[in-house]
């Protein structure tokens, strides 16, 4: 795992949608979480404020303390918070089906040469030590489609 700074609660894909926001704009307004959500969802207002406590909660994010036009820093890095949920992604599945899910994201996903060449470098250091098979860490009972 990597030494980042994770957070104990996972967020939600409508949780990630403001918080992208958040880290785009470095601080932010309710309002202008609005008037950005608003022109890819359509959520009441409510809604977003409800998102905005949720991440405060979770520690996510942070205000300035003002009691009216608050403003929202992120106490996470998008960094951090993307290792995170990838660590999280992974560690809920069967280790034996990691690489066939990588292998997957690989060829969907579109990515850069200087990105393709760091992958390259970096299996290339862990081909060495590879082991002939990853060892199921499912429990007992659901090893079934394991292989």
Known sequence: MT???YKKEQISNSEWQVMRI???LGQTT???LIKYLNRKETWQP???KTLVFRL???GYLT????????????L???S???LQAGDNLFSSMCAMKNGMVLNHLLEELELSKKDIEIMIGTLEKKLPNAAEEVACNCLPGEEGDCK
Not at 63 to 74: C, N
Request: proline share 0%; hydrophobic share 30%.
């Open 22 to 24: 958040v880290w785009s």
């Open 80 to 82: 951090s918070a993307m």
């Open 63 to 74: 205000d300035d303390g003002v009691s009216r036009g608050r403003k929202f820093t992120a």
């Open 30 to 32: 309710t309002n202008e």
């Open 56 to 58: 405060e909660k979770k």
């Open 3 to 5: 030494n980042v700074d």
């Open 76 to 78: 996470i890095s998008e």
């Open 46 to 48: 409510s809604t977003v």
